[in-house]
């Protein structure tokens, strides 16, 4: 019988593959682009595929406490903490760490004239990708953990 809760890990399990699927390539997209209009249209793309990033998150969250609501024993499991709490984690870098160090770089994109990359640029971009990155763990470790259920 498919009961509410298999619909709730149907639909947690969909957005985790639509939401965070974008999300692992959301710092390759930026990395092509040889000149600046290039690197604008990659912004672009990465724009439009963070929304799916956004809207996959926030289905995860939801259904992934509903199915808490549902089956109370989940907060008592090491797994399902721990990855709440990497997930909230994970959002809070979003605001705090990651959008004051995309401001720069996307000021520089729309100010630059010309269309060599300014070495600014790079440098930049390098320490943003590096905080990224260290989302992209948070999230695979979050994978991790609800695939192993280990403790
Ligand atoms: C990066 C974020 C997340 C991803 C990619 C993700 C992915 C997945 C996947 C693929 C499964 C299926 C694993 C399996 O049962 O074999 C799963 C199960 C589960 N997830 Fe998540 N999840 C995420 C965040 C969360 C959060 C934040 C919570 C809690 C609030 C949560 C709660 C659960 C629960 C309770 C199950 C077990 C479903 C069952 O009864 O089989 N998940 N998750």
Redesign the pocket.
């Known amino acids: 019988m498919i009961t509410f809760?298999k619909v709730v890990?149907f639909i947690?399990?969909f957005s985790?593959i639509l939401?965070?699927g974008p999300g692992f390539i959301l710092t390759t997209v930026i990395k092509s682009g040889n000149t600046m209009n290039e690197l604008r249209h990659s912004y672009r793309i990465r724009h439009k595929l963070h929304i799916f990033v956004m809207v996959g998150?926030v289905l995860?969250?939801t259904?992934?406490?509903t199915?808490?609501i549902l089956?109370s024993s989940?907060f008592h499991m090491g797994w399902?903490v721990s990855?709440?709490v990497l997930?909230l984690l994970?959002l809070a870098i979003g605001p705090i760490v990651l959008s004051p160090r995309s401001k720069p770089v996307k000021a520089l994109l729309e100010s630059h004239k010309g269309e060599d990359i300014p070495e600014e640029y790079h440098r930049l971009a390098k320490i943003l990708i590096r905080f990224e990155h260290l989302e992209n763990l948070i999230?695979l470790i979050?994978?991790t953990l609800?695939?192993l259920?280990p403790f």
């Open positions: 809760y890990v947690h399990i985790a939401g965070m998150g995860l969250l259904s992934g406490l199915m808490g089956n989940l399902y990855s709440l997930f994970a999230f979050i994978i609800m695939i259920k």
